[in-house]
């Protein structure tokens, strides 16, 4: 085995071509243990190993620098760089997260997740080794997906004024996610398909050189090509071409499958374990797909990532005109929305809530000052969602509910979820975002209401006296779990309060409730900071009342235990229940 | 006077072209007489007559609908649409806003004030259109100085998968506000020398449809064109070329000045008033000056706005490669900045408070993620700053502030100012932002830290009891104000703290004055929700102490005048002693 002796890229420069070639097997037979056993994104990393090799053969980590986009295609270039026991050791496969993360090595520079980045992020590095009069080669890694996204165009569009050493890598596996979307798309094709000849190029016509690799999974051609840019002294664009999943025929067959995949059986590309049960994906794919079959002015969008709320192909298909995934394109996606609801349209976009923060001016601008009613499906928004540093749920409350006239809702079970979507789609005076629930599908017998337009009014679901909890949305069922334990430890039958609005305070409920009541508790999904809880605060903040925030602190976690978190912060029943009555 | 006779657009069809080359006249004329009087757009505006009367002779709005990008070039369209008093009277002039708004017309559709949105907007009326299976043109009509932005580019490469009528006009007057940053121009270049020949296309790239007007300001041309593209079944660009500022002298020969432009003799062209005395623009411009002579590796970086910080066109040339102006890609400035200082260069980005709104993800994932030392100055974040509903500087506290690990000062006077801005561009651990002063320059004879490195130390500048007034940035003299009123009507003396920085909370000094305080004031420069003062009341939510948090309310307010709106908020100093010793 090569690999075995590669501890760091300069150990890959004294093979030749057939070893290098044999290495790239070993790579993927690494890929494959790590994978398969614990899941991750297979497509991008399987159809990137021979442009990582010949990367490294070529240039000099860390004195050339590369910036991987998104870095869901790292990891060959942890395997290089001193990581490799990460892949083929069981025991080591918590030694690296699944993005390139500046802790774990002197090779890696940003700790990047969002796409699109890669552009603006490595021309910083151009520009701050050109002040500091250092030299070595900067070289941006974007696949085609990733394009699209406003941050990479304004950075390509950018790129072309820097006068000096710079290479943009882009990886076309004519894939994102799912499917590309977009017109440029089309003129990638008419490159590929003319050999890079195409006199009409995107990259030129952004002001940049460019140089076509045909077949990115090729290490000798590879290598020729980034020896002929190394150390070159303008902006130039090197377009290759690779096949996502490559070297595994299930992935290469269904790429968007295979894109992110659970641990599967190597032998057969099955998964080991099934989604079973109901999911709010599913659940909410179901409910739109007959919204939109009997009403022709619903339209869904996504942002290449629609089997979030379970569009998968044949959901996508079958919605026909009436579905939109407008690719990595976030910012397009709010304002188009609004575009729809001013036209008498009825839109309903989805994404990550770590994904909603590429729209923050969107949402004011396009949206909320024009008063449009659109539908944001708020994804992921929680504690129990995504637990990477850079796609944290937790943030979603402080950025867009402080956004005016945006009514944010926060559903604590599954018919008032869908009972407020309905009311959403219906109603045409409020931009509305929904944050979907995320600690499973919880069902109720409560009746709930149908109509949200009288803003702001909060729900008593259990009266009681003296202490007040209002729990909000998915944090909702902590609530109950925390009045059952103050009525039989504290001997006091508590009043609980689903507030349903995250953008605004019940004043009439807050005051009546002063009567009888001495302590109020907040309870959110998300940092305190900015959010629900300290309005409540702020309220309370020239009374008797007694006020505590229970949510999380303000922090950029990484690839966190739930329970632990949960400890940490002190959102178990139990511990408010200390932290109030044993302080 | 034909324009007196036009009250709706169906009133210019009938007039021949001799008729509607003067009635361009007419309209410069009620141009020169508005803006000379009372300041605004002028450039786009006088550049785009011929084009909007062409609009209107051709399309039918307001069944065929016009979205005007940024809007700063929509007066002719005003005039034509039943506003032209607004122009023509004095008495009327405060009938209309600068952008479009459906509050004064049908033929308005939304308003907008920020760039680049145009497309996306207009797509959304296009997939609204044809789900409810109407008709009508859909036209978005964009200048190139806001085709950089990122928006607009994902707009751009969404539209070409739409499959009906769209056309997108490309006002091409070859400037920004200030010049044209970024490759794609020299792609704009090329196809007007070809006139618009040219094989690389950035729009064909884009899979667009593309036709080229050589003279955006005849209007025998642009009809000939227009009716071209009128009722066409897919998405196409016109590509015209227009002149900013047609008509006046001064306007073509100074694009930048005369962008946007103060009240002015329309004789000679100079202005009514001159800015006089100290401003934080140049203060911030002469300092950044001399700080990139002494050290090559500051950068500063401005996108499209670099005036409003004092980078006049001989200041961009002089500072050379140190001074980047990015064009409008705030998301691009952000990240690059975060490159700039992982790569040991000392970058400084500059815009608006609204502007940073297009870069919560960048600011997020980008630079605090990887706590990359860059410094962000937040211009016009104030009550005081701009007063239109599209520019408002009134939500940067809760939309940046509660990101993780970003330091948010807020200097209250000159000196504290470039103390802050100068330990910030030396400090190498934090992504530092700071909120410039808009209450004018005031000084202190007061010393200044010169060290912000143990963060979120607040700072007492009166001690006192009793009342403690923690008053934020440039409402600190508020605070001042307020100290001695309470202490003259109340004969207490009380504690006046100077916060400084936004993100944290200095908790042992908000413990050590619980023992000889009972009420907090906070005052902050921006809307209450998820602001700064909530974090106090949360802070104090479950002690005896008495918080009041005194700030704006959440809302999108329009044209304001800044006493009005302080005193609907209760800001003045008589306003909080009554709220708090009269309630």
Same sequence: chains 1, 2.
């Avoid at 890669?118 to 394009?147: F, H, M, P, Q």
Wanted: glycine share 8%.
């Amino acid at each position: 085995m090569y690999i075995e002796k590669i501890n760091s890229p300069s150990d890959i420069k004294s093979l030749d071509i057939n070893q290098l070639n044999t290495l790239a097997a070993e790579i993927r037979s690494g890929l494959m243990k790590r994978l398969s056993k614990r899941g991750g994104h297979f497509g991008p990393n399987f159809g990137f190993v021979e442009a990582t090799i010949a990367l490294h053969y070529v240039f000099d980590s860390p004195k050339d620098k590369f910036v991987f986009d998104v870095s869901h295609q790292c990891y060959t270039h942890k395997m290089l760089t001193g990581r490799k026991e990460a892949f083929f050791n069981d025991e080591r496969f918590n030694d690296i997260s699944g993005y390139t993360n500046p802790e774990e090595s002197e090779h890696d520079f940003f700790k990047v997740g969002h796409t699109s980045t890669s552009v603006s992020l490595a021309c910083g590095l151009v520009k701050g080794r050109d002040v500091k009069g250092e030299t070595g080669n900067i070289v941006a890694i974007i696949g085609d997906g990733s394009l699209s996204g406003g941050e990479a165009l304004e950075g390509i569009d950018f790129a072309a004024e820097l006068e000096s050493n710079f290479i943009i890598i882009v990886n076309d596996n004519d894939m994102s996610i799912a499917e590309n979307h977009g017109g440029l798309y089309k003129n990638l094709k008419a490159l590929r398909d003319s050999e890079g000849h195409c006199e009409c190029n995107l990259f030129r016509a952004m002001g940049l050189d460019y140089l076509y690799v045909s077949d990115g999974n090729n290490i000798a051609q590879l290598i020729e090509a980034f020896k002929k840019v190394k150390d070159i002294d303008h902006p130039i664009v090197v377009h290759m071409k690779t096949v996502k999943g490559k070297g595994y025929r299930p992935a290469e067959t269904h790429k968007e499958e295979w894109h992110w995949h659970m641990p599967f059986n190597p032998e057969t590309g099955e998964m080991l374990a099934s989604w079973s049960g109901e999911n709010y994906g599913n659940l909410t794919c179901d409910y739109l797909m007959q919204k939109m079959k009997n009403d022709k002015s619903v339209v869904t969008i996504t942002a290449a990532v629609p089997t979030n709320i379970g569009f998968t192909e044949d959901k996508r298909k079958a919605a026909g005109s009436q579905f939109i995934d407008v690719g990595i394109a976030e910012e397009h996606a709010v304002a188009m929305a609004s575009g729809i609801a001013k036209a008498g349209g009825k839109p309903v976009f989805a994404t990550h809530s770590s994904f909603f923060q590429r729209t923050y001016d969107q949402i004011s601008q396009d949206l909320c000052i024009n008063s449009s009613p659109a539908t944001l499906l708020v994804n992921t928004a929680s504690v129990y969602g995504m637990h990477d540093i850079t796609h944290l749920g937790l943030f979603d409350i402080p950025m867009m509910s402080n956004i005016p006239n945006l009514v944010y809702l926060a559903p604590t079970n599954c018919e008032e979820y869908f009972a407020m979507l309905d009311w959403s789609i219906e109603q045409n005076r409020y931009p509305v975002a929904i944050r979907i629930p995320c600690n499973g599908v919880i069902h109720t017998d409560t009746t709930e209401d149908t109509d949200y337009s009288e803003i702001n009014r909060y729900r008593i679901t259990r009266q009681g006296k003296d202490v007040a909890i209002i729990a909000l949305g998915d944090f909702y069922q902590i609530g109950e779990k925390l009045a059952d334990l103050i009525s039989e430890k504290a001997g006091i039958s508590p009043t609980l309060i689903n507030p349903r609005y995250i953008t605004g305070i019940d004043t009439s409920m807050l005051e009546q409730i002063r009567s009888d009541h001495s302590i109020v508790i907040t309870l959110e999904d998300g940092i305190l900071d900015g959010g629900f809880g300290e309005k409540i605060s702020r309220f309370y903040g020239s009374s008797d009342i007694k006020v505590y925030n229970f949510g999380l602190k303000k922090e950029f976690v990484d690839r966190y235990a739930v329970e632990d978190i949960l400890r940490a912060n002190n959102l178990t029943p139990d511990q408010i229940y200390n932290v109030i009555w044993h302080n």
